[in-house]
């Protein structure tokens, strides 16, 4: 690499083709792994810039080995990589570990994934060993930095069948995922209005605030992508498939300086994402708001009735309608990095 990265993705792709790559091709010759750049960073979403680098940004891989001592391969490479490349330290501290170390993680790619969801390790290579629990702990933000990031090299395979196994919830889960964002709006929907005609704009505000950040939430859960945390979760809803016309309804409710256009903005972008999910093959409803009996308000029809309809699993319906998954239930980042809350939220 004869030029300065433009990106965490390219600077770990050449770290790992003209560096590790041949380090690990002399040393270990025949050694069955898969080279990524998963976890955590901004790079792994594709969303790093020069400002990104002024932590954990830098010389970082995902190494998977599974039938070698991860141990011994990390301690070849802290032993063995020069010091420096391409003018970067091959070693360095990060937030969560002020150590000066080499930055290849080392592990099994089912021990790496429970690192992230907290899963055991022994149900997530089971084909069937997820538990509902399981799906309900998990965030997007956590099975992105398992599956977003680019893979340069699975040579056992196990990273590729771990990241198709998480791709998505179990179809009933889903729907009742959906089903919970849908009856979130609807819970608040009105108090927009209803904030707003006793001269509380500001209240009016950071109520419709609420919606768009759950209708964000709801984009990524009807187009089936994980979404991230809060920093990227409307610039990855943007890039969705239809992505431009909801960021553009969204800026109305986020720009209108009195409540009749912010409810009115509400409503065109409910409107919005009841079609799509129309369009995506769903029950809906059009229209999908209506009057709030006699008020000058709006309120959400039942959608979450349409989509709880379709839950055939005995489980998942005895859930409690409209409570939904940890992220759903909870916006405590402190809650949501730790699995073991995540959880005690949904009962696991």
Same mark, same amino acid.
């Given at each position: 690499?004869?030029?300065?990265?433009?990106?965490?993705?390219?600077?770990?792709?050449?770290?790992?083709?003209?560096?590790?790559?041949?380090?690990?091709?002399?040393?270990?010759?025949?050694?069955?792994?898969?080279?990524?750049?998963?976890?955590?960073?901004?790079?792994?979403?594709?969303?790093?810039?020069?400002?990104?680098?002024?932590?954990?940004?830098?010389?970082?891989?995902?190494?998977?080995?599974?039938?070698?001592?991860?141990?011994?391969?990390?301690?070849?490479?802290?032993?063995?990589?020069?010091?420096?490349?391409?003018?970067?330290?091959?070693?360095?501290?990060?937030?969560?570990?002020?150590?000066?170390?080499?930055?290849?993680?080392?592990?099994?790619?089912?021990?790496?994934?429970?690192?992230?969801?907290?899963?055991?390790?022994?149900?997530?290579?089971?084909?069937?060993?997820?538990?509902?629990?399981?799906?309900?702990?998990?965030?997007?933000?956590?099975?992105?930095?398992?599956?977003?990031?680019?893979?340069? !090299?699975? +040579?056992?395979?196990? %990273?590729? &069948? @771990?990241?198709?196994? *998480?791709?998505?919830? =179990?179809?009933?889960?889903?729907?009742?995922?959906?089903?919970?964002?849908?009856?979130?709006?609807?819970?608040?929907?009105?108090?927009?209005?209803?904030?707003?005609?006793?001269?509380?704009?500001?209240?009016?505000?950071?109520?419709?605030?609420?919606?768009?950040?759950?209708?964000?939430?709801?984009?990524?859960?009807?187009?089936?992508?994980?979404?991230?945390?809060?920093?990227?979760?409307?610039?990855?809803?943007?890039?969705?498939?239809?992505?431009?016309?909801?960021?553009?309804?969204?800026?109305?409710?986020?720009?209108?300086?009195?409540?009749?256009?912010?409810?009115?903005?509400?409503?065109?972008?409910?409107?919005?994402?009841?079609?799509?999910?129309?369009?995506?093959?769903?029950?809906?409803?059009?229209?999908?708001?209506?009057?709030?009996?006699?008020?000058? !308000?709006? +309120?959400?029809?039942? %959608?979450? &009735? @349409?989509?709880?309809? *379709?839950?055939?699993? =005995?489980?998942?319906?005895?859930?409690?309608?409209?409570?939904?998954?940890?992220?759903?239930?909870?916006?405590?980042?402190?809650?949501?990095?730790?699995?073991?809350?995540?959880?005690?939220?949904?009962?696991?």
């Amino acid at each position: 690499m004869d030029h300065e990265p433009t990106s965490g993705i390219e600077l770990s792709r050449a770290y790992w083709e003209q560096v590790v790559r041949p380090l690990l091709a002399r040393r270990r010759p025949g050694l069955a792994v898969a080279a990524a750049r998963l976890g955590s960073g901004s790079d792994v979403l594709g969303y790093d810039d020069a400002q990104s680098r002024d932590h954990d940004w830098g010389l970082r891989l995902t190494l998977l080995v599974e039938d070698s001592n991860a141990a011994e391969i990390d301690a070849l490479l802290e032993r063995e990589l020069p010091q420096r490349w391409q003018g970067l330290p091959t070693r360095f501290e990060t937030t969560w570990e002020p150590v000066v170390r080499q930055r290849a993680e080392v592990a099994s790619a089912a021990e790496f994934a429970a690192s992230r969801i907290g899963i055991d390790p022994a149900r997530l290579t089971d084909p069937h060993g997820l538990q509902l629990t399981d799906w309900l702990s998990l965030t997007g933000q956590a099975v992105l930095e398992i599956t977003a990031g680019p893979v340069f !090299h699975d +040579g056992p395979g196990v %990273l590729g &069948a @771990l990241r198709e196994r *998480l791709s998505w919830y =179990p179809r009933d889960v889903w729907m009742y995922a959906l089903a919970a964002d849908w009856h979130r709006l609807g819970q608040e929907f009105p108090d927009v209005g209803r904030a707003g005609l006793r001269g509380d704009e500001d209240g009016s505000a950071v109520i419709a605030a609420r919606h768009v950040r759950t209708m964000l939430h709801l984009a990524h859960l009807l187009h089936r992508r994980w979404p991230p945390y809060g920093k990227w979760l409307a610039r990855s809803a943007a890039e969705l498939p239809g992505g431009a016309v909801l960021r553009s309804a969204v800026h109305e409710v986020l720009r209108a300086r009195d409540w009749r256009a912010r409810q009115t903005a509400l409503a065109d972008a409910v409107e919005l994402l009841a079609a799509t999910q129309g369009a995506r093959g769903l029950p809906t409803l059009d229209p999908a708001t209506e009057a709030f009996f006699e008020r000058p !308000h709006l +309120g959400v029809r039942d %959608l979450p &009735a @349409l989509l709880l309809d *379709l839950v055939e699993d =005995p489980e998942v319906r005895a859930l409690p309608a409209g409570v939904g998954t940890a992220e759903q239930i909870s916006d405590n980042v402190t809650v949501l990095v730790d699995h073991r809350a995540r959880r005690r939220l949904v009962g696991g």
